[in-house]
C-alpha cells in the first residue's frame, strides 16, 4: 500500500510570494495534520484535519491556512511568505482522531524562501 | 509547559553498544509518549510508543523506559547498528488535545561507528 504522499518534493520561492502544498493520506485514513520541521529541531504542529473539519491549529499566523477535501486529501497555504518560513513541511495521517493515534508522516515538501 | 526536552543532542556510540536517549516534560495531562527516528531526506517514522500506565516497553532492540513521577522517559538501543544512525525524535501528546497536536523534541543525532 502506498504511504502517505506529498507533493511537490521541493520548491523555492521568494518573499511576499504563496505557497500551495499538498497531501495525499494513506488509503482509509481520514486524519490529516501538518507540521513544520525547521533544520535541526523537532516537527512543530501547525494544523490537524478530520473528516473535512479542522480539528487543531498550533501557534503559527494567519498566514498559514490549510483544508481538507472529501478524498481526505489536504492542501496548505502559506501566503505573504517570509524567510522564516523556510523548512521542511511534514504531513501525517492516522485512521482515526483518538489517542493512541499512531501517525504515519510523509516525506516532506522542502519549501526554501529566498 | 508543552514543551519536551530532550538529550543528548548528538550521540556517538560503537557498534554492538547501547544508545540511550532521554526526555523530559512537564504537562502532566501527556499521555502518549511515542519515538519516532528520521533519516535524511525522509519523514519520521514512528518506531516505539508507551502510555503511562506501564514503566517499561519493549520492541526488538528498542525499549521504552517510563518514570511518570519524574515525568521523563527514555529510548534505549540494544546491540546498536549502523543503520540506526539517525535522528531521533521523543514525542508527547494528549487524548484532551482537541486536536492532536504532539509536541517534539529538539531531536538526537545518533551515530553508530562499524
Known amino acids: 500500500d502506498a504511504g502517505v504522499t506529498q507533493s511537490p518534493t521541493h520548491l523555492i520561492k521568494t518573499r511576499g510570494q504563496q505557497v500551495t502544498l499538498r497531501c495525499s493520506p494513506i488509503?482509509?485514513?481520514?486524519?490529516v495534520s501538518w507540521y513544520q520541521q525547521v533544520l535541526g529541531q523537532g516537527p512543530q504542529f501547525i494544523f490537524q484535519?478530520?473528516?473535512?473539519?479542522?480539528?487543531g491549529r498550533g501557534n503559527f499566523p494567519d498566514r498559514f491556512s490549510a483544508r481538507q477535501f472529501p478524498n481526505y486529501s489536504s492542501e496548505l497555504n502559506v501566503n505573504a511568505l517570509l524567510l522564516g518560513d523556510s523548512a521542511l513541511y511534514l504531513c501525517?495521517?492516522?485512521?482515526?482522531?483518538?489517542?493512541?493515534?499512531?501517525?504515519?508522516f510523509g516525506p516532506g515538501t522542502r519549501l526554501t524562501v529566498l | 509547559q508543552q514543551q519536551v526536552k530532550q538529550s543528548p543532542q548528538s550521540l556517538i556510540v560503537q557498534k554492538g553498544g547501547i544508545s540511550i536517549i532521554n526526555c523530559a516534560y512537564e504537562?502532566?495531562?501527556?499521555?502518549?509518549f511515542p519515538w519516532y527516528q528520521q533519516f535524511p531526506g525522509k519523514g519520521p517514522a514512528l518506531l516505539i510508543a508507551?502510555?503511562?500506565?506501564?514503566s517499561e516497553k519493549k520492541e526488538g532492540r528498542f525499549t521504552i523506559s517510563f518514570n511518570k513521577s519524574a515525568k521523563q522517559f527514555s529510548l534505549h538501543i540494544m546491540d546498536s547498528q549502523p543503520g540506526d544512525s539517525a535522528t531521533y525524535f521523543c514525542?508527547?501528546?494528549?487524548?484532551?488535545?482537541?486536536?492532536?497536536?504532539?509536541?517534539f523534541g529538539p531531536g538526537t543525532r545518533l551515530s553508530v561507528l562499524p
Open positions: 501525517a495521517s492516522s485512521l482515526i482522531l483518538s489517542i493512541p493515534n499512531e501517525q504515519f
Open positions: 488509503s482509509g485514513h481520514k486524519s
Open positions: 504537562n502532566t495531562a501527556f499521555d502518549y
Open positions: 508507551i502510555r503511562p500506565d506501564v
Open positions: 514525542a508527547a501528546s494528549t487524548s484532551e488535545s482537541y486536536g492532536q497536536n504532539f509536541v
Open positions: 484535519y478530520y473528516e473535512k473539519e479542522e480539528r
